[in-house]
């Protein structure tokens, strides 16, 4: 089963718009951490946000906030005021913190397109 | 500071060959995770290191994948014979315990 779903392959918004990337997750673990990443067409992967289960509030890092809904188990990536440098390929992902697993599991990500 | 350094950043080889990927981890960083981009099969794990030792290598895809930490500074991802189903982007990432980790570059591995 899978782990993580990103079900939009692709998006696209005008710029200065809000946008909303989906993400949902399956873990029996009461304790995880999610975690967004974006990768622009150069190819590096880089952080953007993280949300801890146990977190009461949900994360912002400036233009970005991450919607959590622990009994939906979903976590959507919000961008606000979308810029033409926010096109890019992003990824939601989960770490189980219970145990010693440390690694990363990955949606299959959602292609954004910002619209001038 | 300096990221996660990984080298080459594109190699391009004829089936068969050895292909010997490179990566240093950030320093101070515990973990070292090495990670295949498809476009097929978007991104996968293929082993981690936890303080210099292989925790998990499941996800290495057979046997002719093998991959080493020798110490805290350095980790090589090895591919013999390499087989043209092998061309994709490499990544090497690195974090402290939980944090979030932090990707190097990526090798772009081209197989003819």
């Known amino acids: 089963a899978q782990k993580i779903t990103q079900t939009q392959p692709g998006m696209f918004v005008q710029e200065k718009e809000a946008v909303t990337l989906d993400c949902t997750y399956d873990t029996s673990d009461q304790s995880y951490g999610l975690f967004w990443y974006k990768q622009p067409s150069s190819g590096e992967m880089i952080f953007l946000i993280y949300q801890g289960s146990y977190d009461e509030q949900n994360a912002t890092e400036g233009r970005y906030s991450l919607n959590f809904q622990k009994a939906r188990k979903s976590a959507n990536l919000v961008i606000s005021a979308s810029q033409l440098g926010d096109s890019a390929m992003y990824f939601c992902?989960?770490?189980?913190?219970?145990?010693?697993?440390?690694?990363?599991?990955f949606g299959s990500g959602t292609q954004l397109t910002v619209l001038p | 500071d300096a990221g996660v350094i990984q080298s080459p950043r594109h190699e391009v080889t004829e089936m068969g060959q050895e292909v010997t990927l490179r990566c240093k981890p950030i320093?101070?960083?515990?973990?070292l995770f090495w990670y295949r981009q498809t476009m097929m099969r978007g991104l996968e794990l293929l082993i981690y290191?936890?303080?210099?030792?292989?925790?998990?290598d499941s996800g290495m895809p057979e046997d002719r994948f093998s991959a080493k930490m020798p110490n805290a500074s350095f980790s090589t991802l090895k591919i013999q014979p390499s087989e043209p189903r092998d061309s994709a982007v490499y990544f090497c990432a690195s974090n402290r315990d939980h944090n979030e980790q932090f990707f190097g570059p990526g090798t772009r591995l081209t197989v003819l």
């Open positions: 992902a989960m770490r189980e913190l219970s145990g010693s697993a440390r690694q990363l599991t």
């Open positions: 290191f936890n303080n210099n030792v292989p925790i998990d």
């Open positions: 320093s101070g960083h515990n973990s």
